[in-house]
Protein backbone atom coordinates (compact mmCIF):
# COMPACT_ATOMS: atom_id res chain seq x y z
CA UNK A 1 0.00 0.00 0.00
CA UNK A 2 1.38 3.46 -1.06
CA UNK A 3 2.83 5.15 2.16
CA UNK A 4 0.23 8.08 1.70
CA UNK A 5 -2.72 5.60 2.15
CA UNK A 6 -1.03 3.53 4.70
CA UNK A 7 -0.92 6.68 7.15
CA UNK A 8 -4.84 7.19 6.74
CA UNK A 9 -5.03 3.74 7.89
CA UNK A 10 -3.00 4.54 10.89
CA UNK A 11 -5.39 7.18 11.63
CA UNK A 12 -8.10 5.47 11.12
CA UNK A 13 -6.99 2.40 13.35
CA UNK A 14 -5.86 4.94 15.97
CA UNK A 15 -8.96 6.67 16.01
CA UNK A 16 -10.80 3.13 16.44
CA UNK A 17 -8.57 1.99 19.25
CA UNK A 18 -8.57 5.05 21.58
CA UNK A 19 -12.64 4.93 21.94
CA UNK A 20 -11.86 2.04 24.53
CA UNK A 21 -15.13 0.10 23.15
CA UNK A 22 -13.24 -3.07 22.64
CA UNK A 23 -9.56 -4.94 23.60
CA UNK A 24 -7.12 -3.22 21.26
CA UNK A 25 -6.32 -6.86 20.11
CA UNK A 26 -9.66 -7.33 18.98
CA UNK A 27 -10.31 -3.66 17.14
CA UNK A 28 -6.54 -4.41 15.23
CA UNK A 29 -7.89 -8.00 13.76
CA UNK A 30 -11.62 -6.20 12.81
CA UNK A 31 -9.67 -3.62 11.33
CA UNK A 32 -7.70 -6.17 9.29
CA UNK A 33 -11.09 -8.18 8.14
CA UNK A 34 -12.30 -4.61 6.57
CA UNK A 35 -8.68 -4.27 4.74
CA UNK A 36 -8.17 -7.07 2.94
CA UNK A 37 -5.51 -5.00 0.34
CA UNK A 38 -3.03 -4.65 3.33
CA UNK A 39 -0.42 -6.94 2.88
CA UNK A 40 1.73 -9.07 6.35
CA UNK A 41 4.31 -6.10 6.56
CA UNK A 42 1.57 -3.09 6.16
CA UNK A 43 -0.23 -5.05 9.22
CA UNK A 44 2.37 -5.72 11.80
CA UNK A 45 3.32 -1.92 10.59
CA UNK A 46 -0.28 -0.88 11.58
CA UNK A 47 -0.52 -3.28 14.55
CA UNK A 48 2.85 -2.49 16.02
CA UNK A 49 2.09 1.33 15.87
CA UNK A 50 -1.29 0.68 18.09
CA UNK A 51 0.48 -0.92 20.71
CA UNK A 52 3.22 1.45 20.79
CA UNK A 53 0.84 4.26 21.08
CA UNK A 54 -1.00 2.79 23.72
CA UNK A 55 2.35 2.21 25.75
CA UNK A 56 2.93 5.77 25.69
CA UNK A 57 -0.53 6.92 25.34
CA UNK A 58 -0.19 10.09 27.84
CA UNK A 59 3.17 11.65 26.50
CA UNK A 60 2.01 10.88 23.10
CA UNK A 61 -1.29 12.88 23.33
CA UNK A 62 1.04 15.83 25.36
CA UNK A 63 3.15 16.14 22.25
CA UNK A 64 0.49 15.85 19.61
CA UNK A 65 -1.97 18.49 21.47
CA UNK A 66 1.01 20.74 21.01
CA UNK A 67 0.04 22.53 17.81
CA UNK A 68 -3.49 23.39 17.57
CA UNK A 69 -5.97 21.37 15.65
CA UNK A 70 -8.54 19.28 15.90
CA UNK A 71 -9.26 15.65 17.08
CA UNK A 72 -8.37 14.28 13.28
CA UNK A 73 -5.14 16.39 13.39
CA UNK A 74 -4.43 14.94 17.13
CA UNK A 75 -4.96 11.58 15.81
CA UNK A 76 -3.39 11.76 12.65
CA UNK A 77 0.24 13.02 14.44
CA UNK A 78 -0.52 10.08 16.54
CA UNK A 79 0.13 8.04 13.92
CA UNK A 80 3.38 9.70 12.78
CA UNK A 81 4.33 9.67 16.40
CA UNK A 82 4.26 5.81 16.41
CA UNK A 83 6.06 5.60 12.58
CA UNK A 84 8.73 7.74 14.24
CA UNK A 85 10.72 4.08 14.06
CA UNK A 86 10.14 3.70 10.04
CA UNK A 87 11.69 7.16 8.15
CA UNK A 88 11.63 5.31 4.89
CA UNK A 89 7.94 5.10 4.84
CA UNK A 90 6.80 8.11 7.22
CA UNK A 91 9.08 10.41 4.44
CA UNK A 92 7.19 9.27 1.88
CA UNK A 93 4.02 10.34 3.47
CA UNK A 94 4.55 13.52 5.15
CA UNK A 95 4.97 16.84 4.06
CA UNK A 96 7.66 19.77 5.10
CA UNK A 97 5.26 21.43 7.97
CA UNK A 98 5.09 17.62 10.10
CA UNK A 99 8.62 17.06 9.16
CA UNK A 100 9.46 19.87 11.40
CA UNK A 101 6.78 19.35 14.12
CA UNK A 102 8.56 15.81 14.37
CA UNK A 103 11.77 17.02 14.69
CA UNK A 104 10.67 19.71 17.21
CA UNK A 105 8.99 16.50 18.94
CA UNK A 106 12.24 14.56 19.13
CA UNK A 107 13.91 17.81 20.53
CA UNK A 108 11.82 17.38 23.48
CA UNK A 109 13.88 17.15 27.24
CA UNK A 110 11.56 13.75 27.97
CA UNK A 111 13.56 13.71 31.33
CA UNK A 112 12.04 17.00 31.99
CA UNK A 113 8.58 16.03 31.81
CA UNK A 114 6.63 15.08 34.79
CA UNK A 115 6.08 11.36 36.12
CA UNK A 116 3.12 10.74 34.34
CA UNK A 117 4.36 11.94 31.30
CA UNK A 118 7.44 9.20 31.77
CA UNK A 119 6.06 6.49 33.32
CA UNK A 120 2.75 6.55 31.10
CA UNK A 121 0.22 5.28 33.81
CA UNK A 122 -2.88 5.74 35.14
CA UNK A 123 -2.49 6.80 38.85
CA UNK A 124 -4.76 3.24 40.21
CA UNK A 125 -1.98 1.61 38.90
CA UNK A 126 1.42 4.00 39.12
CA UNK A 127 0.55 4.82 42.83
CA UNK A 128 0.52 1.22 44.35
CA UNK A 129 3.48 0.14 42.27
CA UNK A 130 5.79 3.03 43.47
CA UNK A 131 4.99 2.82 46.77
CA UNK A 132 5.84 -0.95 46.64
CA UNK A 133 8.69 -1.20 44.37
CA UNK A 134 10.63 2.19 44.92
CA UNK A 135 13.91 2.51 43.43
CA UNK A 136 12.45 -0.83 41.22
CA UNK A 137 9.69 1.33 39.90
CA UNK A 138 11.29 2.71 37.07
CA UNK A 139 13.16 -0.87 35.53
CA UNK A 140 9.64 -2.19 36.14
CA UNK A 141 8.38 1.00 33.31
CA UNK A 142 10.91 -0.19 31.27
CA UNK A 143 10.35 -3.64 30.88
CA UNK A 144 6.47 -3.58 30.59
CA UNK A 145 6.62 -0.83 27.77
CA UNK A 146 8.84 -3.18 26.51
CA UNK A 147 6.95 -6.28 23.87
CA UNK A 148 6.67 -9.61 25.37
CA UNK A 149 9.05 -12.30 24.02
CA UNK A 150 7.40 -15.93 22.64
CA UNK A 151 7.51 -18.05 24.84
CA UNK A 152 6.03 -21.81 24.11
CA UNK A 153 5.37 -25.10 26.72
CA UNK A 154 6.34 -28.34 25.30
CA UNK A 155 3.83 -30.50 25.37
CA UNK A 156 5.70 -33.23 27.83
CA UNK A 157 3.12 -35.83 26.69
CA UNK A 158 4.57 -35.88 23.41
CA UNK A 159 7.82 -34.67 23.42
CA UNK A 160 10.88 -33.41 25.94
CA UNK A 161 12.18 -29.71 25.07
CA UNK A 162 15.91 -31.06 23.97
CA UNK A 163 14.31 -32.76 20.97
CA UNK A 164 11.74 -29.65 20.23
CA UNK A 165 14.59 -27.42 20.67
CA UNK A 166 16.79 -28.97 17.92
CA UNK A 167 14.06 -29.54 15.39
CA UNK A 168 13.12 -25.45 16.24
CA UNK A 169 16.92 -24.66 15.56
CA UNK A 170 16.95 -26.84 12.85
CA UNK A 171 14.22 -25.25 11.06
CA UNK A 172 16.08 -21.81 11.19
CA UNK A 173 14.75 -20.83 14.30
CA UNK A 174 16.22 -18.45 17.23
CA UNK A 175 15.69 -20.50 20.23
CA UNK A 176 16.64 -21.24 23.47
CA UNK A 177 15.72 -22.67 27.00
CA UNK A 178 13.63 -20.29 29.47
CA UNK A 179 15.42 -19.60 32.55
CA UNK A 180 12.54 -21.34 35.31
CA UNK A 181 10.59 -23.43 33.49
CA UNK A 182 11.63 -26.69 32.56
CA UNK A 183 9.18 -26.74 29.72
CA UNK A 184 9.94 -23.62 28.38
CA UNK A 185 11.27 -22.28 25.06
CA UNK A 186 11.66 -18.50 24.09
CA UNK A 187 12.05 -17.60 20.45
CA UNK A 188 13.07 -14.22 19.00
CA UNK A 189 11.20 -12.54 17.17
CA UNK A 190 7.66 -13.03 15.90
CA UNK A 191 7.34 -15.98 13.80
CA UNK A 192 5.13 -17.80 12.17
CA UNK A 193 5.19 -20.96 14.51
CA UNK A 194 1.22 -21.91 13.77
CA UNK A 195 2.50 -23.36 9.96
CA UNK A 196 5.40 -25.42 11.50
CA UNK A 197 5.74 -28.69 12.29
CA UNK A 198 6.21 -28.84 15.93
CA UNK A 199 3.07 -26.81 16.31
CA UNK A 200 0.96 -28.41 13.99
CA UNK A 201 2.17 -32.12 15.97
CA UNK A 202 1.04 -30.65 18.83
CA UNK A 203 4.64 -30.77 20.46
CA UNK A 204 4.62 -27.00 21.59
CA UNK A 205 1.76 -24.07 22.84
CA UNK A 206 2.02 -20.39 23.54
CA UNK A 207 2.31 -20.01 26.86
CA UNK A 208 4.42 -16.79 28.96
CA UNK A 209 7.21 -18.55 31.19
CA UNK A 210 5.02 -17.28 34.16
CA UNK A 211 1.80 -18.62 33.10
CA UNK A 212 3.76 -22.33 32.77
CA UNK A 213 5.01 -21.65 36.50
CA UNK A 214 1.27 -21.08 37.80
CA UNK A 215 0.40 -24.89 36.15
CA UNK A 216 3.81 -26.37 37.65
CA UNK A 217 3.17 -25.13 41.34
CA UNK A 218 -0.34 -26.83 40.95
CA UNK A 219 1.85 -30.06 40.90
CA UNK A 220 -1.09 -32.15 38.93
CA UNK A 221 -0.06 -35.98 39.10
CA UNK A 222 -1.31 -39.08 37.41
CA UNK A 223 -4.89 -40.45 38.33
CA UNK A 224 -6.20 -37.05 40.18
CA UNK A 225 -9.18 -35.24 39.66
CA UNK A 226 -8.31 -31.78 39.11
CA UNK A 227 -10.68 -28.90 38.14
CA UNK A 228 -9.37 -25.65 36.33
CA UNK A 229 -11.88 -23.55 37.89
CA UNK A 230 -11.10 -19.91 35.65
CA UNK A 231 -9.75 -22.15 32.37
CA UNK A 232 -10.90 -19.27 29.69
CA UNK A 233 -8.44 -21.04 26.39
CA UNK A 234 -7.38 -22.92 28.54
CA UNK A 235 -3.46 -22.70 28.22
CA UNK A 236 -3.34 -24.28 31.89
CA UNK A 237 -5.24 -26.86 31.66
CA UNK A 238 -3.68 -28.36 29.00
CA UNK A 239 -0.30 -28.16 31.03
CA UNK A 240 -1.83 -29.69 33.72
CA UNK A 241 -3.35 -32.73 31.37
CA UNK A 242 0.18 -33.40 30.78
CA UNK A 243 1.33 -33.20 34.14
CA UNK A 244 -1.40 -36.37 34.69
CA UNK A 245 0.05 -38.00 31.49
CA UNK A 246 -3.59 -37.98 30.10
CA UNK A 247 -4.68 -40.31 33.35
CA UNK A 248 -7.66 -39.32 35.99
CA UNK A 249 -9.66 -36.22 35.05
CA UNK A 250 -9.36 -32.91 34.75
CA UNK A 251 -12.13 -30.26 34.44
CA UNK A 252 -11.76 -27.24 32.76
CA UNK A 253 -14.85 -24.68 33.89
CA UNK A 254 -15.38 -21.15 32.95
CA UNK A 255 -18.17 -18.93 32.33
CA UNK A 256 -17.71 -18.05 28.76
CA UNK A 257 -18.65 -20.56 26.40
CA UNK A 258 -16.62 -18.53 23.60
CA UNK A 259 -13.28 -19.13 25.62
CA UNK A 260 -13.56 -22.88 26.03
CA UNK A 261 -14.60 -23.25 22.36
CA UNK A 262 -11.15 -21.72 21.67
CA UNK A 263 -9.94 -25.17 23.75
CA UNK A 264 -11.42 -27.69 21.44
CA UNK A 265 -8.43 -27.50 18.45
CA UNK A 266 -5.92 -26.62 20.86
CA UNK A 267 -7.17 -30.10 22.76
CA UNK A 268 -7.38 -32.06 19.43
CA UNK A 269 -3.07 -30.90 18.81
CA UNK A 270 -2.14 -31.81 22.31
CA UNK A 271 -3.14 -35.24 22.52
CA UNK A 272 -4.64 -34.74 25.67
CA UNK A 273 -8.19 -37.02 26.35
CA UNK A 274 -8.92 -36.54 29.95
CA UNK A 275 -10.40 -32.83 29.56
CA UNK A 276 -13.50 -32.03 30.24
CA UNK A 277 -14.10 -28.60 29.72
CA UNK A 278 -17.96 -27.53 31.03
CA UNK A 279 -19.52 -23.70 30.93
CA UNK A 280 -21.02 -22.66 34.58
CA UNK A 281 -22.90 -19.98 35.32
CA UNK A 282 -21.16 -18.81 38.05
CA UNK A 283 -18.91 -20.04 41.07
CA UNK A 284 -21.82 -21.50 42.98
CA UNK A 285 -23.44 -23.61 39.71
CA UNK A 286 -24.73 -27.12 40.73
CA UNK A 287 -22.18 -28.75 38.36
CA UNK A 288 -19.46 -27.01 40.69
CA UNK A 289 -21.05 -27.92 44.19
CA UNK A 290 -21.54 -32.13 42.70
CA UNK A 291 -17.79 -31.69 43.11
CA UNK A 292 -17.80 -30.74 46.58
CA UNK A 293 -14.71 -32.62 48.29
CA UNK A 294 -13.92 -34.96 45.63
CA UNK A 295 -10.94 -32.72 44.12
CA UNK A 296 -7.64 -33.18 44.55
CA UNK A 297 -6.34 -30.17 42.70
CA UNK A 298 -8.03 -26.95 42.11
CA UNK A 299 -6.00 -24.23 39.98
CA UNK A 300 -8.20 -20.76 40.28
CA UNK A 301 -6.61 -18.36 37.92
CA UNK A 302 -9.29 -15.82 39.01
CA UNK A 303 -10.78 -12.67 36.80
CA UNK A 304 -8.44 -9.59 37.46
CA UNK A 305 -6.76 -6.43 36.18
CA UNK A 306 -4.15 -7.58 34.02
CA UNK A 307 -1.82 -5.49 35.19
CA UNK A 308 0.85 -8.40 34.61
CA UNK A 309 0.10 -8.13 31.07
CA UNK A 310 0.56 -4.58 29.85
CA UNK A 311 3.31 -6.05 27.78
CA UNK A 312 0.99 -7.80 25.58
CA UNK A 313 -2.07 -5.80 26.48
CA UNK A 314 -1.05 -2.32 27.27
CA UNK A 315 -4.73 -1.31 26.61
CA UNK A 316 -5.93 -2.63 29.88
CA UNK A 317 -4.47 0.15 32.06
CA UNK A 318 -6.58 2.63 30.18
CA UNK A 319 -9.82 0.26 30.02
CA UNK A 320 -9.64 0.09 33.63
CA UNK A 321 -10.09 2.30 37.10
CA UNK A 322 -9.39 2.05 40.54
CA UNK A 323 -13.40 1.56 40.71
CA UNK A 324 -13.16 -1.23 38.78
CA UNK A 325 -10.69 -2.99 39.70
CA UNK A 326 -12.40 -2.43 43.88
CA UNK A 327 -15.05 -3.85 42.15
CA UNK A 328 -13.20 -7.21 41.44
CA UNK A 329 -11.71 -7.79 44.39
CA UNK A 330 -15.05 -9.11 46.32
CA UNK A 331 -15.70 -11.22 42.96
CA UNK A 332 -12.11 -13.22 43.52
CA UNK A 333 -12.48 -13.96 47.20
CA UNK A 334 -16.29 -15.49 46.00
CA UNK A 335 -14.59 -17.94 43.42
CA UNK A 336 -11.79 -18.49 45.91
CA UNK A 337 -14.43 -19.51 48.63
CA UNK A 338 -16.28 -21.59 46.44
CA UNK A 339 -13.55 -23.38 44.68
CA UNK A 340 -11.90 -24.30 47.94
CA UNK A 341 -15.09 -26.10 48.61
CA UNK A 342 -14.29 -28.61 46.03
CA UNK A 343 -10.47 -29.54 47.57
CA UNK A 344 -10.77 -33.12 49.53
CA UNK A 345 -8.72 -33.28 52.48
CA UNK A 346 -5.18 -33.32 52.13
CA UNK A 347 -5.90 -31.96 48.51
CA UNK A 348 -4.12 -28.80 46.86
CA UNK A 349 -6.05 -25.32 45.91
CA UNK A 350 -4.03 -22.63 44.68
CA UNK A 351 -5.17 -19.45 43.72
CA UNK A 352 -3.72 -17.30 41.57
CA UNK A 353 -4.04 -13.48 39.68
CA UNK A 354 -1.76 -11.76 36.38
CA UNK A 355 -1.89 -8.54 38.59
CA UNK A 356 1.12 -6.88 39.87
CA UNK A 357 -1.53 -5.40 43.03
CA UNK A 358 -1.36 -6.37 46.24
CA UNK A 359 -5.14 -5.94 46.64
CA UNK A 360 -5.59 -8.94 44.02
CA UNK A 361 -3.30 -11.11 45.38
CA UNK A 362 -2.06 -11.19 48.97
CA UNK A 363 -4.81 -8.94 50.13
CA UNK A 364 -7.17 -11.60 48.51
CA UNK A 365 -4.91 -14.68 50.12
CA UNK A 366 -4.68 -13.27 53.62
CA UNK A 367 -8.60 -12.44 53.61
CA UNK A 368 -9.09 -16.12 52.39
CA UNK A 369 -6.24 -17.87 55.58
CA UNK A 370 -8.46 -15.49 58.08
CA UNK A 371 -12.00 -17.02 56.65
CA UNK A 372 -10.46 -20.77 56.10
CA UNK A 373 -8.57 -21.06 59.58
CA UNK A 374 -8.34 -24.46 60.58
CA UNK A 375 -9.42 -25.81 57.39
CA UNK A 376 -6.74 -24.95 55.14
CA UNK A 377 -2.98 -24.78 55.57
CA UNK A 378 -0.66 -21.98 53.46
CA UNK A 379 2.04 -24.37 51.21
CA UNK A 380 5.44 -22.26 50.31
CA UNK A 381 5.86 -21.97 46.66
CA UNK A 382 9.48 -22.60 46.30
CA UNK A 383 9.06 -26.16 47.89
CA UNK A 384 6.11 -26.48 45.25
CA UNK A 385 8.28 -25.27 42.50
CA UNK A 386 11.58 -27.17 43.53
CA UNK A 387 9.54 -30.47 43.61
CA UNK A 388 8.52 -29.34 39.36
CA UNK A 389 12.44 -29.02 38.62
CA UNK A 390 12.08 -25.42 38.50
CA UNK A 391 15.15 -23.49 38.53
CA UNK A 392 16.06 -20.94 40.71
CA UNK A 393 13.24 -21.78 42.77
CA UNK A 394 13.76 -19.06 45.80
CA UNK A 395 13.73 -16.05 43.53
CA UNK A 396 9.95 -16.24 42.04
CA UNK A 397 8.91 -15.98 45.78
CA UNK A 398 7.90 -13.75 48.12
CA UNK A 399 7.39 -14.75 51.75
CA UNK A 400 5.69 -18.17 51.10
CA UNK A 401 3.86 -16.82 47.75
CA UNK A 402 4.80 -17.34 43.91
CA UNK A 403 5.51 -13.83 42.74
CA UNK A 404 6.99 -12.59 39.47
CA UNK A 405 7.51 -9.79 38.00
CA UNK A 406 8.20 -8.58 34.70
CA UNK A 407 11.79 -6.54 35.19
CA UNK A 408 13.18 -9.11 37.54
CA UNK A 409 12.06 -12.39 36.02
CA UNK A 410 11.42 -11.33 31.99
CA UNK A 411 7.76 -13.15 32.76
CA UNK A 412 4.43 -11.51 32.77
CA UNK A 413 3.64 -10.47 36.75
CA UNK A 414 2.10 -13.06 38.38
CA UNK A 415 1.06 -14.07 42.02
CA UNK A 416 0.14 -17.57 43.65
CA UNK A 417 -0.77 -18.56 47.12
CA UNK A 418 -0.69 -22.66 48.01
CA UNK A 419 -3.05 -24.20 50.26
CA UNK A 420 -3.40 -27.32 51.37
CA UNK A 421 -7.11 -29.09 53.28
CA UNK A 422 -6.87 -30.76 56.68
Not at 177 to 187: D, E, K, Q
Request: neutral net charge; charged residues 25%.
Amino acid sequence: MHPTALLEAQTELVHRALRFEHPADRVVADFFREQRALGTRDRHLLADGVFALLRKLPLWRHLASSANGGRGEVERRLALLVWQGNAGVLNAAIDERERDWLARCRAFDLAALPDRLRHNLPDWLAVPLQERLGDEFWAWVDAVDAPAPLDLRVNALKADRDEVLERLRSAGFDAAATPYSPLGIRVAGKPALQKTDVFEEGLVEVQDEGSQLLALVAGAKRGEMVVDFCAGAGGKTLALGAQMRNTGRLYAFDISGHRLAALKPRLQRSGLANVHPAQIAHERDDRVKRLAGKIDRVLVDAPCSGSGTLRRNPDLKWRQSAESVSALVPTQGAILAAASRLVKPGGRLVYATCSVLDAEGESVAREFDALGAGQFERLPAQEALERSRVTDAGSLVSGQDLRLWTHRHGTDGFFAAIWQRH
